[in-house]
């Protein structure tokens, strides 16, 4: 380097001085170029608490200290496609919502107040509001119960090995809803000794195809099969607040009744209900960042903002 | 006590003393002295805190979490200097964890030397300590040429990216900081702008020595000034010295040596440029370099 640097001094100095002028002029330039560029208008859905999009671009520091105290671990971090937004924290709703767990961690792990540590309950957070997007193939909408669906969708595997997790998910969920009387008839169809709900769930792995036939004709009469999909409700993390309402409607065309999902003010778009919708494209989604005088102001729909 | 010859044609001797065992002591047995001591304790040490990271996340492992923007060591907040001065320009609020980190971070630099934190937790730098390695056998076999650049660049992307922070209202420099990306990515798992820093690796490995670390990296401009007051330095025995100058040809930022070394001026490495990286007390065979505390030593 010295030896070079003594043979040219004029064209080193010379290359030193427009080295220099190129990179910081790049620098510069890759301010004013990216800033534009690299601004998205796609919103994301924030973990609670935190600010408004701009304000929470310029604040958050891209440590990931909320994704380390997440309990259920469903915060990602942005990649380059996102623009300025390289390394700040997500939810994909569909993927796993938030829980708003109780004192909100991720709050508290945010060293520099782009998730707002004034926020501490997380019926609080203004993370978005959930609307329903897919009307035709809400559950509740078309008056089915969301254990047969899943029931049934399982069935449709012609390949019969059903899936033992979600049939056990769907078993879980089916015999917490029973009454007595149909626990009785659940524990002399597989002959179980008892009718705690642990025995009952634990009926033999290797069901039968015709098992599943009955099950599924069971669940069907029983008092639970009856009412129509309540998942999003019953799922939601405050659903104390009475998050979604389910309002009596009649079909004008069919004149049938049936139950409306009705998203209500109180709901702050954790996303949780997006994730439990049993259809296979979810029927209720997240806006992010929506507010509710925002939709209160018409627009439902407002322009697809999820990517 | 030393060959004299050696003095007069440093820069040969330099060369030829270089790999072979030459000086090295005929004269000076070597009690226990390690060639690679220093560098294995850093690279362990370098290796131990990013681990911190890592299983902190992957493991659930709560003693260092964070990346090196910004974590916390057992609860204490620790924010990077200049991360902090780009989030507080560009939300133009000052939020008080970011103060307590990033006096924490200055304590602790200050203690143990500023640019340490290139040499000693960077992980970027250690990859790029290797690209070096890689980039000096080209240059051996005359492949490539080495490029230089001024290396007062450094300062000027620590005000332009302040500046763009400021004006923008968005973490600029933070979407191409290779050492937040690498940082996140040893926590979080990869992402597409690790492309980025694999460019960054290629051009040093192919065009300009270390170019990243040594011209650019405003990131290392914050602990260059808590190096100035840091007291911890490489100390220098003029006595012991034999200018054999193997010290500059390890040296990652070669010229932070002259004062002592080539006009015997000082008794410290006083340039804030100094990473503490060690390099040259290892391959010092006079044992005229080693770690040294400022003011404390006469102390003592």
């Known amino acids: 380097m010295t030896v070079k640097q003594s043979k040219k001094p004029i064209s080193r100095r010379k290359f030193l001085k427009t080295s220099t002028l190129a990179i910081t002029g790049g620098a510069v330039a890759y301010g004013a170029v990216g800033v534009p560029l690299l601004r998205r208008d796609g ?77 501490s309950l997380g019926k609080d957070a203004e993370m978005g509001l959930a609307v329903i997007s897919h009307p035709d193939t809400c559950l509740s909408v078309l008056g089915i119960n969301d254990l047969v669906y899943r029931l049934k969708n399982l069935q449709k595997k012609k390949t019969f090995s059903p899936d ?20 009785k008839v659940w524990q002399s169809k597989f002959a179980l000794p008892d009718v705690s709900d642990e025995t009952l769930i634990s009926i033999p792995k290797q069901l039968e195809n015709s098992d599943l036939e009955w099950i599924i004709k069971f669940t069907e009469s029983s008092g639970q099969g009856q009412k129509a999909c ?78 | ?96 964890n970011l103060i307590i980190g ?22 970027y730098h250690w990859l790029a300590e290797l690209g070096e390695k890689i980039h000096q056998i080209l240059i051996k076999k005359k492949i490539i040429k080495n490029h230089t650049f001024d290396r007062n660049i450094r300062y000027y992307f620590y005000g332009i990216f302040l500046a763009l922070a400021l004006i923008t209202g968005f973490t600029v420099f933070e979407t191409i900081n290779p050492v937040a990306i690498i940082s996140r990515f040893i926590v979080y798992g990869p992402s597409l702008m690790l492309l980025w820093v694999i460019a960054l690796l290629i051009f040093e490995i192919l065009y300009s020595r270390r170019a990243w670390c040594r011209y650019f990296c405003p990131v290392g401009v914050s602990y260059q000034v808590i190096g100035l007051m840091s007291p911890l330095r490489i100390k220098w025995d003029k006595e012991k010295c034999s200018n054999c100058k193997r010290c500059q040809s390890v040296c990652l930022v070669p010229h932070v040596l002259n004062d002592c070394v080539n006009k015997g001026k000082s008794e410290y490495v006083n340039s804030s440029l100094c990473t503490r990286c060690g390099l040259c007390v290892d391959i010092c065979d006079d044992q005229a370099l080693s770690y040294g505390v400022k003011y404390l030593d006469k102390l003592i």
């Open chain 1, 43 to 119: 919103l994301l859905l924030r973990p609670p608490g935190a600010l408004a999009e701009d304000h929470f671009l310029a604040s958050c520091i891209k440590c990931g200290q909320c994704l380390q105290v997440c309990p259920p671990q469903i915060l990602h971090l942005a990649g380059i496609s996102r623009g300025f937004g390289i390394g700040t924290p997500y939810i994909t709703p569909r993927e796993g919502g938030c829980l708003l767990c109780a004192g909100l961690p991720c709050v508290l792990a945010c060293p520099t107040g782009a998730l707002a540590h004034d926020i």
């Open chain 1, 164 to 183: 033992q997790t979600e049939l056990n998910k769907i078993l879980t969920a089916l015999i917490k809803k029973l009454t007595e009387d149909e626990k």
């Open chain 1, 230 to 307: 309540q998942v999003c409700l019953e799922e939601c993390p405050i659903n104390d607040e009475k998050t979604i309402l389910f309002v009596n409607k009649t079909n004008p065309d069919t004149k049938q009744d049936f139950l409306w999902p009705s998203v209500r003010k109180t709901c702050v778009g954790c996303g949780v209900c997006e994730e439990k919708c049993p259809t296979p494209v979810a029927s209720i989604r997240i806006i992010p960042r929506l507010k509710w005088s925002e939709k209160q102001n018409g627009s439902q729909t407002r322009k697809d903002n999820l990517t």
């Open chain 2, 1 to 96: 006590m030393k060959n004299n010859s050696d003095k007069k044609d440093g820069k040969q001797a330099s060369v030829k003393t270089f790999k072979g065992p030459g000086l090295r002591s005929q004269n000076h047995p070597q009690p226990g002295h390690g060639k690679h001591k220093w560098r294995n304790i850093r690279w362990a040490i370098l290796l131990f805190f990013n681990v911190l990271f890592f299983a902190s996340f992957f493991f659930d492992i709560q003693i260092l979490e964070g990346t090196l923007s910004a974590s916390r060591l057992l609860g204490f907040h620790m924010i990077d200097p200049l991360a902090a001065l780009q989030v507080i320009l560009a939300s133009k609020i000052i939020m008080v």
């Open chain 2, 102 to 123: 990033v006096v924490t971070i200055i304590l602790i630099y200050l203690a143990f030397g500023g640019r340490s934190f290139c040499s000693w937790i960077c992980p």
